[in-house]
């Protein structure tokens, strides 16, 4: 029998996950949780999306919802939870994505004989992987999932084009395996290949494909054959790649097709139509051409919450207005001039906005024609859930449809709808929580029940809400360490912004006189690069490549020819102008 | 799908939808049927209805005045590789089982272009890294669709890309170190690979007739060679040398298959004789030579040498940018050959049909084709024509008089500003390599394809 | 009946070249020919029917009728027509004999910074490709070498000739290559802050190239003015000294709109004289490259629009758009074995918008003026060189027939390997059996 080398490493990790894990009480540094029943009073809840029911308790109980109505007996070991007058919806759930999957590490991969027969694994195809073997309950993705309020996810293995197989996890902090709600539940198939062995191309991909589902099929129907009367056949051939992939071709368990650009979904649906799967439809971004082609045969569809970038032109130009001294504030005023005159360049930005809104109109549309569909969040970042909904809505998705979206429909899709997706006595307690009503501008969310286990967020510190951008969190006095093999460097980087300009000086407490101006300053997001010009006995330079993070940052600097040395550091305090 | 319709009429806001179209008075080149001075020619419902003096317009018929123009069937490519997302899968010397036919790009601007340059049909290629490459599309430029099924030519036979010389040696011998890696082992690449599809079909036919009580297993590339075998598949194979052309002809004799193009076959005129005697096909370039070593020895005057020896020859782009000036590089034959203007024009319309196995639908101005139709100011073959409407199953895709300024249908939402290529696309968006090109950037390549960039030739 | 005649007339011609076989291989002639009653084209004025006497080299007269000298031969042209030869104004033509034979390329040195790299010591007077290119009219390139910021300098030849010496039109320019913004092809995946950052660096690297030349040229001429002797070995400044000096033009290869703004600025910043060569988006700028008086070479005409969202006829409109803001414009092909195209290039931009006759200056008369050698190319004038091709019609038109080509008073075979290889396998012999 095949031992998967996973399942070894996950016991591992099952056994260092029950030491540290808080919640269970099991850690002397914390007391004791004293029971696993809550109340939750007078709060209002949303059971499912288009109804709201004020003035209700909720009594959680063992991991379940216990009780809920006006007027609830409490359990004398119940904990209350300060509700009152907070929204209670059912916790989300994540249709579709690699939550809890950690990402592989980059390995030099072995170079390969023949590269048009490579192994199966390193061609991508490792149907007989299962995502129940890779998940772990402590991965920083699970914790940004459950804090974006959801409590349930499909996850599913990384990979090239048969990466492998879903299960259904709940998002809480228990052992790997308590979490687990379902093993198995389907096969993903994504256009991804291995560069330089077959297949390596999507062309390629698709024939490969077709080749192993029939022979899936026909591996299948062999070994039953031949189980019920062996007679006169080959012993069949053990193949775990095609037994993995048998239950596709039986209809018994559906294929998640990864389709995100309007091509993709062609292709899903082609393949589809030519092999007669089941199938589900994920992580699509441009599918509304296919609207009506989907409607009919009743696909299941995930759309990616990831959306475009709306341009933020005129957004960062009120920001930067104020900032601009006048002698530039003449030149930029120039400029924009100069490209208002432009035609060509407004209708290509014209262009691309009407674009923009087809991507931003696609789930109100899906709505409109009744397609039930979920989200999938393979490429969207937690933190941007919220805000992209909002923008949904905003572009003709209603919020209930939304709501559905995040609850009733990827329960259906996933056949969890008897165990969650609302909040229903009897269910399991997945909760969000929230201060306003979840869409509303202002709401945050206040708890996550997951699996009747309580995570509370405290409001963030808005310190950082007053900076126009991610990157003006750079600008101030930070420390910086350096580890030099053999001493330890420190000293200070001093990050200002004038008329948009980063300058960026760098003074080493070796000689703190000495200050080194850098040059070539670059700002992407919260990463910074530039870099100076130092003397050591001739002119050495020193490239910094910044990353930032709230009050901290970490990075690298490679000296010249001499190598690349770890930096990081703190912020210490404003600029001094 | 009212969104989509509202879109694309944004953006082609000028096309004609209507499949009923009577083009007046123009001098007719009809390739098969001569000249036709002053005639009109009648499309009913995508298909040439008449083709005659002072038509009348029936009702709902709208009218092209193409008075002083010159009418001629839409031009097909029978290679290029526009309209498809991918071109090689390099990484095995066959792949039969592979077919561009599942990555075409409809949104590809390049279709647009070719049709400003008359061209309503081409061969959508596999690229020329393996021997036996993959499967072919033949389509029709029907831009405006997002849908890459409709770009499909309906009921064209399959085609199939084969490569000699040097790019499969390049790519395997010498990329991979395994077989081909000389023009000997691209030989036995193809014998092995025919083989093997013999003794599959017979384990598939003594299962089917009960000899044998398991199933074999099942295998796409075997499938396809077997239905090369059977004569389902045209050949359209990649070659320069004269040599090589005279090996596949002989292994083609030996596994009774006689359906055959050769593509580019730059020293076909060295072998005319024998590739008439085959009923072999040649597709040619005009004029290119001497980008690589087997093309060193090339004339211009090929597609000349090769008309007169009796081999149906067609001329071809290979390229995103000479796909747009085909009916240019048609008259190049006249300078090199002295081709008649008959002769010059069947090279871009009839011949390339036949090669493909659709010349009963295109390739000429006769009643009952599809009305694929282009129309010049000046002959076609003079250097200063301009293509004025193209027609693809009397629609009209092509408009110079309303033609607007920025064509594409998919806009990249995340792109900033339109991007700038240094270098024209051809490089690697279209040409035998594509695909492959980063592949072969290596030490002693890098050279060669940092100035291919400039080049119109990847090939 | 035209189609089987001019089928049986070949069939008379390859059988007497046939037996002809193993001759001697055709040359060059030589000698004073008077080439009578032609529509000679002269692009400097008027289009008429007269007489040209070409003799030492040069055109000796020109002129309804020329008289006939006792040693000439005269040579009836009635119904061709005569044009000067036509200049491609940048090719690698003899500097590559087959691209993907990587040793067979020399154009190419390594160094970024190698403007002493000098086309005109290897270009092979030999290459196949030449005889190729000139029966298709084109007498003159500019050949010119590629690569790296500063890639070499490149020299105006002709096509006939066994050495530099013989080949050589007076003329060789530094080539420079603008920093780039654009991409280099669908597979530069380099992020935008990088495509910027690459061409930041590029920009400081010309300019701190430029600012050591200018201190080279002041240290030059100090010590000329000293009448000291400077030992140096500087042959990278000593090849930039001319156009520091502003004795020649700088040839700035740019492309995209907003680098030929940022050459602008730059030539004039650096107050020197330059040609913009490539120039593909020299329509959206026009106005400014105009105003600023610079000269531009662009081509291939036949070629793809750069951007996806351009026009699919961009790159043939592009020459008579600068042309109509008042740009002096020339073409090339920026090709190498294909430089025979030239006359296709030029025609493309005659019908979209620029007109045969200014198309016909942009390979003739407007090179000859931006390389400096207006008094001897680019025109049928007495006393110019005698680079002229008689046709029997339009060269530019695809079928017609070049019938005669002179290259400096030279009567050139009208012969290439093509032609050669057109001759033995029209009918080949042995045949199939």
């Known amino acids: 029998m095949y031992t998967n080398p996973f399942r070894v490493l996950s016991c591992l990790i099952f056994l260092v996950s029950i030491s540290s894990a808080s919640l269970s009480g099991q850690n002397s540094d914390s007391p004791k949780q004293l029971s696993r029943t809550f109340y939750l009073k007078n709060c209002f809840v949303i059971p499912q999306p288009g109804s709201l029911l004020s003035g209700q308790n909720v009594i959680i109980k063992d991991g379940f919802i216990s009780e809920i109505g006006t007027a609830v007996k409490i359990p004398f070991d119940a904990q209350i939870v300060l509700a009152d007058s907070l929204y209670v919806y059912a916790g989300f759930i994540d249709a579709h994505s690699n939550t809890g999957i950690a990402k592989p590490e980059n390995k030099d991969r072995a170079k390969v004989q023949d590269p048009g027969n490579p192994p199966n694994d390193v061609a991508g195809i490792t149907p007989q992987i299962s995502g129940s073997d890779l998940f772990k309950s402590l991965d920083k993705s699970v914790a940004d999932m459950r804090s974006a309020g959801f409590a349930i996810a499909q996850v599913a293995p990384r990979g090239l084009m048969l990466p492998g197989q879903n299960s259904i996890f709940l998002l809480g902090e228990g052992a790997n395996d308590k979490m687990l709600l379902k093993s198995n539940t389907s096969q993903n198939f994504q256009l991804e290949a291995n560069r330089g062995v077959y297949p390596s191309t999507s062309i390629a991909i698709l024939a490969k494909f077709r080749d192993l589902y029939k022979n899936a099929n026909i591996t299948g129907l062999h070994e039953e054959k031949f189980k019920l009367n062996p007679a006169g056949l080959s012993r069949p051939d053990y193949n775990k790649e095609l037994m993995s992939m048998y239950p596709v071709t039986i209809k018994k368990m559906p294929l998640y097709f990864v389709a995100s650009r309007t091509k993709d979904v062609h292709k899903a649906l082609s393949l589809k139509d030519e092999l007669g799967f089941d199938m589900v439809l994920t992580e699509v971004k441009q599918g509304w051409h296919y609207l009506d082609r989907i409607k009919k045969s009743s696909i299941p569809v995930l759309l990616s919450l990831e959306l475009p970038e709306e341009d933020k032109k005129d957004t960062k130009k009120e920001g930067d207005a104020p900032e601009k001294k006048d002698s530039t504030a003449t030149k930029d005023v120039k400029k924009v001039v100069k490209e208002e005159k432009n035609p060509e360049k407004d209708g290509f930005d014209q262009k691309k906005e009407a674009s923009i809104k087809q991507y931003l109109e696609q789930a109100g549309l899906f709505e409109k024609q009744g397609v039930k569909f979920g989200f999938s969040y393979m490429t969207v970042k937690p933190a941007d859930i919220r805000k992209n909904l909002r923008k949904l809505i905003q572009n003709g998705l209603s919020e209930n449809y939304a709501l559905a979206a995040l609850t009733t429909h990827p329960a259906q899709i996933l056949g969890i709808s008897h165990l969650a997706g609302t909040v229903e006595k009897g269910k399991i307690a997945n909760l969000v929580i929230t201060d306003k009503p979840y869409f509303d501008e202002k709401a945050t969310i206040k708890y996550v029940f997951v699996d009747g286990q309580k995570y509370e967020f405290t409001e963030k510190t808005k310190k950082t809400e007053n900076k126009p951008s991610e990157s003006g969190k750079m600008v101030g006095s930070w420390s910086y360490t350096v580890e030099i093999p053999g001493s330890t460097q420190k000293g200070k980087i001093i990050i200002k912004k004038a008329s948009g300009e980063y300058k960026v000086t760098v003074v080493d407490d070796s000689a703190p006189s000495e200050e080194d101006s850098a040059s070539d300053v670059i700002v992407d997001g919260k990463k910074i690069t530039f870099n100076i010009t130092t003397d050591m006995g001739a002119p050495v330079k020193v490239d910094f490549d910044l990353n930032f993070e709230d009050k901290s940052y970490t990075g690298s600097i490679s000296v010249g020819q001499f190598g690349s040395f770890p930096i990081k550091g703190d912020y210490e305090g404003d600029p001094k102008y | 799908m009212n969104r989509l319709t509202i879109v694309l009429a944004v953006i082609m806001p000028v096309l004609l939808n209507a499949q009923n179209v009577l083009i007046k008075n123009g001098t007719v080149l009809t390739i098969t049927k001569g000249v036709k001075e002053n005639s009109d020619i009648l499309v009913t419902n995508g298909k040439i209805a008449r083709i005659d003096k002072n038509i009348s317009a029936p009702n709902g018929t709208s009218i092209i005045d193409a008075t002083g123009m010159f009418v001629m069937p839409g031009i097909i490519d029978a290679h290029s590789h526009i309209a498809l997302d991918v071109v090689n899968e390099a990484t095995n010397p066959v792949t039969a089982e592979v077919n561009v036919g599942d990555a075409l790009d409809p949104l590809d601007v390049s279709i647009y272009r070719a049709l400003a340059g008359g061209v309503t049909a081409t061969h959508a290629m596999h690229g020329s890294a393996n021997a036996v490459g993959g499967q072919c599309e033949t389509i029709k430029l029907r831009y405006g669709t997002v849908n890459p099924d409709e770009l499909r030519m309906e009921g064209a036979p399959r085609t199939i890309k084969f490569a000699l010389g040097e790019n499969p040696i390049r790519v395997h011998g010498e990329g991979n170190k395994i077989m081909p890696n000389t023009r000997m082992g691209v030989e036995q690449v193809f014998r092995n690979a025919f083989s093997e599809a013999q003794l599959y079909m017979k384990d598939w036919d003594d299962y089917k007739k009960g000899l044998r009580k398991s199933s074999p297993e099942y295998n796409l590339r075997n499938e396809t060679m077997a239905d090369i075998l059977k004569g389902n598949i045209i050949i359209h194979c990649h070659s320069y040398r004269a040599d090589e052309i005279l090996m596949l002809m002989r292994v083609l004799k030996d596994y009774n298959i006689n359906r055959i193009c050769f593509q580019h076959v730059n020293e076909g005129f060295k072998v005319a004789p024998e590739l008439a005697a085959f009923g072999a096909g040649a597709s040619v370039f005009a004029d290119w030579w001497a980008y690589k070593f087997e093309v060193y020895y090339s004339t211009a005057y090929n597609a000349a040498i090769l008309t007169r020896n009796g081999v149906v020859t067609s001329i071809n782009s290979d390229s995103e940018e000479l796909i747009r000036h085909l009916y240019h590089e048609a008259a190049k034959t006249q300078r090199y050959g002295d081709l008649t203007d008959d002769e010059a024009l069947a090279l871009i319309t009839i011949n390339p049909a036949k090669q493909l196995g659709i010349d009963k639908r295109v390739g000429s101005l006769e009643v009952g084709k599809d009305a694929d139709i282009a129309i010049f100011k000046g002959h076609p073959l003079s250097v200063y024509a301009v293509p004025q409407k193209t027609l693809v199953d009397g629609q009209v895709r092509f408009d110079i008089e309303k033609d607007p300024d920025d064509t594409r249908i998919d806009i990249n939402p995340n792109e900033k500003y339109s991007t700038f290529y240094e270098t024209e696309r051809n490089y690697e968006n279209s040409g035998c390599l594509r695909g492959i090109s980063e592949m072969l950037m290596q030490e002693s390549y890098a050279k060669f394809m940092r100035f291919k960039y400039s080049q119109n030739h990847t090939h | ?433």
């Open chain 3, 1 to 433: 009946m035209k189609h089987l005649y001019i089928f049986f007339s070949l069939i008379i011609l390859i059988n007497t070249i046939i037996p002809s076989f193993g001759q001697q291989v055709k040359k060059a002639e030589n000698g004073v020919f008077l080439l009578k009653n032609a529509t000679l084209h002269t692009v400097s004025s008027s289009t008429y029917i007269g007489d040209i006497l070409l003799k030492d080299g040069i055109i000796a007269e020109i002129g309804k009728s020329v008289s006939n000298p006792p040693n000439a031969k005269v040579i009836d042209c009635t119904g061709k027509h005569i044009y000067p030869g036509l200049i491609d104004s940048g090719s690698r033509l003899g500097l590559v004999e087959i691209d993907a034979v990587s040793l067979t390329n020399d154009f190419d040195e390594h160094g970024d910074f190698v403007p002493h790299m000098k086309a005109l010591i290897a270009v092979n007077p030999n290459a196949v490709a030449i005889p190729v290119t000139r029966v298709n009219g084109v007498t003159t390139v500019f050949a010119k070498p590629d690569g790296g910021t500063f890639p070499g300098t490149g020299a105006l030849i002709d096509l006939f000739g066994y050495s530099p010496e013989q080949m050589t039109c007076g003329s060789e320019r530094v080539i420079m290559r603008f920093p780039s913004t654009g991409r280099r092809g669908r597979w530069d995946r380099r992020t935008d802050e990088d495509v910027k950052k690459d061409a930041e660096k590029a920009l400081k690297n010309i300019n701190d190239i430029w600012s050591i030349a200018v201190q080279y040229m002041k240290m030059d001429s100090a010590s000329k003015a000293d009448n000291q002797k400077w030992c140096t070995n500087n042959p990278q400044m000593m090849a930039l000294l001319p156009i520091v000096k502003g004795e020649q033009p700088l040839f700035i290869e740019v492309n995209s709109k907003n680098d030929i703004e940022s050459a602008l600025e730059w030539v004039s910043d650096k107050k020197l004289k330059a040609v913009f060569t490539g120039v593909a988006e020299g329509w959206r700028v026009a106005d400014k490259i105009a105003k600023a008086n610079i000269p531009v070479i662009t081509g291939p005409i036949l070629n793809t629009p750069r951007r996806d969202n351009d026009r699919y006829d961009a790159s043939y409109t592009n020459p008579s758009k600068m042309a109509k803001a008042g740009i002096k414009v020339a073409l090339r092909t920026d090709n190498a074995e294909n430089t025979r195209n030239l006359p296709f290039n030029a025609a493309f931009a005659a019908a979209y918008g620029m007109g045969i006759e200014n198309a016909l200056r942009s390979v003739t008369l407007t090179p000859a003026e931006i390389f400096g050698v207006a008094d001897k190319y680019g025109s049928l004038d007495k006393g110019k060189v005698a680079n002229i091709i008689v046709a029997d019609g339009d060269p530019f038109e695809t079928k017609t027939k070049i019938e005669k080509l002179f290259i400096r008073g030279w009567s050139i075979p009208l012969e290439s390997r093509q032609t050669l290889l057109y001759d033995e396998f029209l009918q080949r012999t042995p045949g199939i059996k």
